[in-house]
């Protein structure tokens, strides 16, 4: 039984969602993470590389103290490292196939009324279920 509390997902909303608000405003740029990593390792600009890396240095670092300071713990799902390496290069090509990631559609795609947008996140949407339906109930993990 997993213990969930709803206080600390609202939290995280709030932020995520004043963090696109802010990118918005501060540099007209919609927030999409993939897009974001893709412009500093995949496309660089030199014009937009600041801002980029601080942006993705405020994604991993309140992580990384937390996980220095002891606050932060991860369940492992017990499938090892292949399946964890497997599962991030399809989470990788599915960005680049879907041309863009959760946050990018998610967030500032459905608030802008992209069909595009509609489309990627019920697609997201259904193959989560999918997955958690075949692990729960097919492999029985």
């Keep these: 039984m997993v213990d969930f ?14 963090g696109a608000v802010v990118l918005m405003a501060a540099n007209g740029r919609v927030l999409g993470i993939s897009g974001i990593l893709g412009g500093v390792v995949g496309e660089p600009r030199s ?3 600041k801002w980029r890396l601080a942006f993705l240095a405020g994604l991993v670092l309140p992580a990384l103290v937390l996980a220095l300071t002891g606050n932060f713990h991860i369940q492992g799902n017990g499938l090892g490292l292949g399946a964890l390496l497997a599962s ?5 090509f599915g960005t680049r196939m879907g041309n863009g990631c959760t946050s990018g559609h998610g967030i500032c795609g459905l608030a802008r009324f992209s069909r595009r947008s509609l ?11 999918l997955t958690v339906f075949v692990r729960r109930h097919v492999m029985g993990v």
């Design 119 to 129: 489309v990627a996140v019920l697609t997201f949407m259904v193959v989560a279920a």
């Design 47 to 49: 014009k937009d590389t």
């Design 88 to 92: 991030g290069f399809l989470v990788g």
């Design 5 to 18: 509390s709803p206080w600390p997902a609202l939290a995280g909303g709030a932020l995520i969602g004043a």
